[in-house]
């Protein structure tokens, strides 16, 4: 079985500080892994993917998640947030054919 | 115009009715889903085509029917809603590459059963 794992439901971080939100999998192989963001009222963006390669992936607005195999961690980082990165973030693996599993999400408040 | 749009956005209804909500998407992709989002459960799958006349069931499909009538439009019926049904429900589309990843989502219907 697959799962994914998101161990914070709310973070709360000063606008201009340094942000990491956990994921973490379990999965019998590599997986392919994602981030996505989610804003009020709307659908969820995909900001990031790992598949095989690098294991720091860039992705859109600053963040970057590292894939660690060793701790079957896939943390997504940004060096400054911004008021603007206020949402809720869901971390998803693709793991056995057509089963993408999405971890139950971590809301982030920014505050001033 | 969005890429995925969803309709209604928002439904009240009484239980026993039967319900549809509606998508379609302008991305020319393949492949369609529908999820369901619970607090504290994330988003699961109730329903993907791959392509027309293309259905797979989910991990959720009890209650529920799907009909993908064209590359474009992908629906989701409950034929007999009941109030655990109520829930946000999103459509959602990838392209073949995607490694069954969903890509584009729409805004959501925000569904309740009374």
């Known amino acids: 079985a697959q799962s994914v794992t998101q161990p914070d439901i709310h973070i709360t971080v000063s606008e201009g500080a340094s942000l990491e939100l956990r994921c973490n999998y379990s999965y019998g192989a590599t997986p392919y892994l994602f981030w996505y963001v989610q804003s009020p009222g709307q659908g969820l963006q995909l900001l990031l993917k790992y598949f095989s390669g690098d294991t720091l992936v860039q992705g859109i607005k600053g963040f970057e998640a590292e894939f660690k195999r060793s701790q079957s961690s896939f943390n997504l980082r940004k060096p400054s947030v911004h008021w603007s990165d206020a949402a809720e973030y869901f971390c998803a693996l693709a793991g056995g054919y057509q089963k993408v599993t999405f971890g139950i999400g971590t809301k982030l408040q920014v505050i001033p | 115009d969005a890429d995925v749009t969803q309709t209604p956005r928002n439904r009240i209804t009484k239980t026993g009715k039967r319900i549809m909500l509606e998508c379609s998407q302008t991305?020319?992709?393949?492949?369609m889903y529908w999820y369901r989002q619970d607090p504290g459960l994330g988003l699961r799958l109730i329903y993907y085509s791959f392509d027309v006349k293309d259905i797979n069931k989910g991990e959720i499909s009890d209650g529920y029917s799907v009909s993908r009538q064209a590359q474009a439009k992908f629906s989701l019926s409950l034929e007999s809603a009941i109030p655990n049904q109520t829930a946000l429900y999103f459509c959602a589309t990838s392209d073949r590459d995607s490694s069954n990843q969903p890509q584009h989502f729409g805004d959501g219907t925000r569904l309740s059963i009374l």
């Open positions: 991305k020319g992709h393949d492949r």
